[in-house]
């Protein structure tokens, strides 16, 4: 039988097809979606896949989380193991939120899944993944700490049918709303990721249409070959050997013992092995995660620091075995808690990775970044209509310096790709006054190439009986600089009273807010690369008149005199302290 040619030209068409229809369904999603995670901070991803299952295409817009990208093949494949997608129906969609056996990282993560069928053959699956606000549980947005099991998080929903011929099966929704606490928003949610899949399906049918069903299949194979080969090719830049690192989180929001993430790189030319087994035991709070979790963070690592434009898909990962331990904190074996380990944990295995490959290639590898995606879920009665509502938002914080670049200020780094919630939104939305937002002067890791700064963002709660949950790390142990590059400030977060008092925040906490109250949250800067002392005195002065360092932190940290006054940079004195 003779293989079927490849032309280079219709690979490039067919490609920039495919990629265009996984933006348009996340961008209907965006456009249909009721809560503001997702319509404003677009906590949203998308991807076409395989009619076996493995994920092709997902989209490249500015919209999509590296770590959503990760887990949802695994959800696609556990649906496929629940339904034989050969035997569904065109409008069938598939449900399913729980990590376990495998799938969405947490609870909060619906993935809708959908078989596209042409002239009734099953030729592709889309899927989409969304954060809803609120999947019922102990607290408000579902992502509680002082919980130990999954129970305890919210509603599990294992692969289920949702959609049937292009409707809500009135049922199931039933039940769902009955535990969820935002039920307009949740629904709302919901169909909006069933529209975004109805694009999908419409744009690969007229794909087939033009092109005949073996055309966009033989293409969809060879995309998965394509990044198979450009991935062989990317891991031979790191030398053949083995890499070891470690890091830690600071407890898990019931004990405060500190939990240490190992790995050990085997670099061997054309393929890579990422070890992470001697990684400690699970924990008792909800920062255990599944393997898909960790692949996840494995395969944004070698795609960002190896080849960034690599198209990423199953083929993109044949070259790459993640090796995890079974009752470990990266393989939570069920029903251990897991909700907040999207928010620190992936972020610690990201950090951990990055550490191990500095020495190695230096100049594909930044100094930590913030080290958490700094969520805080605040829900409770809305005393100007009697709903209940819950605000979710993950706070950017300060990107690590590289070997010829700074980090940026106040961005979601590693495995979100979050947006902000305009502070117009919020308070439209949410009973929350937002008294204060902005950048946090002399937090940045300092070197010759600055780390990032943090943000600072004041809510003042208004009405009663209203429940915080902070999950956060990096307070007691600032992101690291690397190559004489120093550490980032450390996170903070506080409540303020009307009376003026102040009661300080663990950094993973679900706990209550008095009416008035002002939540004072802080993220970590980015760490440094290099001798803050070798930092251009030009630079260190337009950090000083941005208002980034001080004019003390200029002198004590970089050396650089910086006249207050006129604000020039005073050359004999800087001289003098710097040697």
């Not at 129906?89 to 619906?110: C, I, Q, R, S």
């Amino acid at each position: 039988m003779t293989t079927p040619t490849i032309d280079p030209i219709t690979l490039e068409v067919m490609r920039n097809g495919f990629y265009s229809i996984a933006d348009e369904m996340i961008a209907a999603l965006v456009r249909s979606s009721y809560s503001t995670n997702i319509k404003d901070r677009r906590d949203t991803s998308g991807a076409i896949y395989t009619g076996g299952g493995d994920v092709v295409v997902v989209a490249q817009s500015e919209i999509g989380t590296p770590l959503h990208l990760g887990t949802m093949h695994s959800a696609v494949l556990s649906a496929m193991d629940q339904y034989p997608f050969e035997e569904l129906e065109p409008g069938d969609a598939v449900a399913l939120n729980t990590p376990y056996p495998a799938g969405p990282g947490h609870l909060n993560d619906l993935c809708l899944i959908s078989p596209i069928f042409f002239n009734d053959q099953l030729i592709a699956i889309t899927a989409n993944q969304a954060h809803h606000v609120d999947m019922g549980g102990f607290a408000p947005g579902s992502m509680p700490f002082g919980v130990s099991e999954i129970f305890q998080e919210g509603l599990q929903i294992p692969p289920v049918r949702l959609f049937r011929n292009g409707e809500l099966d009135r049922d199931l929704w039933n039940m769902i709303a009955q535990n969820v606490r935002p039920q307009k928003e949740v629904r709302g949610d919901l169909l909006a990721q069933f529209a975004a899949n109805n694009v999908a399906q419409r744009r690969l049918i007229e794909l087939a249409s033009r092109y005949g069903v073996d055309t966009v299949e033989q293409y969809l194979d060879e995309m998965l070959n394509y990044s198979e080969r450009r991935m062989k090719a990317a891991l031979k830049q790191i030398p053949i050997g083995v890499y070891e690192f470690e890091d830690v989180m600071e407890g898990d929001g019931i004990v405060t013992d500190k939990i240490t993430i190992r790995v050990r790189i085997e670099a061997n030319g054309d393929s890579l092995l990422a070890d992470f087994s001697e990684t400690d035991d699970g924990c008792l709070g909800p920062l255990n995660c599944r393997w898909p979790s960790v692949a996840a963070c494995v395969y944004y690592v070698l795609k960002a620091c190896l080849d960034p434009e690599l198209p990423p898909n199953a083929g993109a990962y044949r070259p790459i075995d993640v090796r995890v331990r079974d009752g470990s904190l990266l393989s939570a074996q069920y029903p251990t808690a897991v909700c907040n380990a999207n928010i620190i944990t992936t972020q610690r295995i990201t950090d951990v990775l990055l550490g191990a490959l500095a020495p190695v290639i230096p100049d594909k590898v930044l100094a930590a970044c913030s080290g958490t995606m700094n969520l805080l879920n605040i829900g409770g009665i809305d005393p100007r209509n009697g709903i209940y509502y819950n605000y979710i938002e993950t706070y950017a914080g300060g990107q690590g310096a590289m070997h010829d670049v700074d980090g940026m200020d106040a961005v979601q780094n590693h495995m979100t790709n979050t947006r902000n919630a305009p502070v117009e939104s919020i308070e439209l939305a949410y009973p929350l006054l937002v008294e204060t937002y902005g950048l946090v002067p002399d937090s940045e890791g300092p070197g010759e190439n600055r780390g990032g700064v943090g943000i600072r963002r004041h809510l003042r709660v208004t009405g009663e009986s209203v429940k915080l949950t902070l999950s956060s790390d990096r307070v007691e142990i600032g992101p690291w600089g690397l190559f004489g590059g120093s550490s980032a400030t450390p996170s903070k977060c506080v409540i303020n009273a009307p009376d003026g008092s102040e009661k300080p925040l663990p950094s993973k906490v679900t706990t209550s807010v008095s009416n008035n109250e002002v939540i004072k949250t802080q993220t970590p800067g980015g760490g440094g690369w290099g001798d803050p002392k070798q930092r251009d005195p030009r630079s260190v002065q337009l950090d000083v008149l941005e208002g980034i360092v001080s004019v003390e932190r200029a002198r004590d940290i970089y050396g650089v005199a910086i006249d207050a006054n006129s604000m020039e940079v005073d050359l004999v004195t800087t001289e003098r302290l710097r040697n």
